[in-house]
């Protein structure tokens, strides 16, 4: 099988994470941009928009990393973090 991808369009992501599996966290890194990505795979054509994170000097695809798990707004993630927080406190 041969596959080839190509960036047709980026646009910024300015409020959006991409969500990591970390020892069994969750951890959010803040998405630089999405990228509307042309994939020919055995001569078939299909267009996917995906997100991208910085990693010192190199810009990746995130959702290529094993442990990446979503998208997701970084409003909500929050929420979500401050919600499991006081229910942590609850608990003790």
């Known amino acids: 099988m041969s596959s ?3 960036i047709i369009q980026i646009m910024p992501a300015t409020g959006w994470v991409a969500v990591y599996d ?7 890194e803040a998405i630089v941009c999405f990228a509307l990505v042309e994939a020919v795979e ?12 910085a ?3 190199l810009i990746d ?5 094993e442990n990446f798990l979503r998208v997701e ?3 909500e993630f929050e929420e979500e ?3 499991e927080d006081e229910e942590d406190e609850v608990e003790e």
């Open 73 to 75: 707004e970084l409003a």
């Open 42 to 53: 055995d001569g078939v054509k299909s267009r996917d928009v995906r997100p991208m994170c």
């Open 61 to 65: 695809f995130a959702d290529a990393a």
């Open 55 to 57: 990693d010192g000097k």
């Open 4 to 6: 080839e991808e190509t």
């Open 81 to 83: 973090e401050d919600e």
């Open 22 to 28: 970390i020892d069994g966290e969750e951890s959010a």
